[in-house]
């Protein structure tokens, strides 16, 4: 058997005299076979359990609030911090929505608030408080 067979980390192990006579291979399905041992699909699930509720509680808490001095937002928040961007009324040149296919059936929107240096999104917002936001927001601009 040639010693080209055999992962580079163990060519350098062997001794010049040694011959290699044979070599596994693991099944291109080993991952079902892991998956298959009970204690590992727990695991599994668990953590994927874990990332979905944790991601439900970031979601959860991303909100846009417009008062009559200023925009307050919630960027990225985590699950023991709230970071949060404030931005002056004057300083926002632009609040756009985009649509897409799965907002039109579902009912959501997405938000881009535009300022000249930067611009900050928020999905899966309701139509009805987009409008709201986008309203109070070119009523303060007059």
């Known amino acids: 058997m040639d010693k080209n067979s055999i992962p580079k980390a163990f060519q350098k192990v062997l001794m010049n005299d040694e ?8 099944h291109s399905l080993w991952i ?5 041992n009970p204690i ?4 599994g699930i668990c953590t994927l359990g874990l990332l979905f509720l944790y991601k439900l509680h970031t979601i959860k808490n991303e909100v846009i609030i417009i008062t009559n001095k200023r925009i307050i937002a919630s960027v990225s928040p985590k699950l023991f911090t709230k970071d949060k ?19 039109n059936i579902f009912g ?11 611009s900050y ?16 927001f070119y009523e303060l601009q007059k």
């Not at 590992?40 to 695991?43: G, P, Q, V, W």
């Open 19 to 26: 011959e290699v006579l044979a070599v596994t291979k693991k």
């Open 32 to 36: 079902l076979g892991w998956w298959l």
């Open 40 to 43: 590992n699909l727990i695991l």
């Open 85 to 103: 961007i404030e931005l002056t009324l004057k300083g926002v040149d632009n609040i756009r929505e985009d649509e897409t296919l799965f907002g």
């Open 108 to 118: 959501w929107t997405a938000i881009q608030i535009e300022t000249r240096s930067d």
């Open 121 to 136: 999104a928020q999905r899966q917002i309701t139509k009805d408080s987009m409008k709201a936001l986008r309203n109070k």
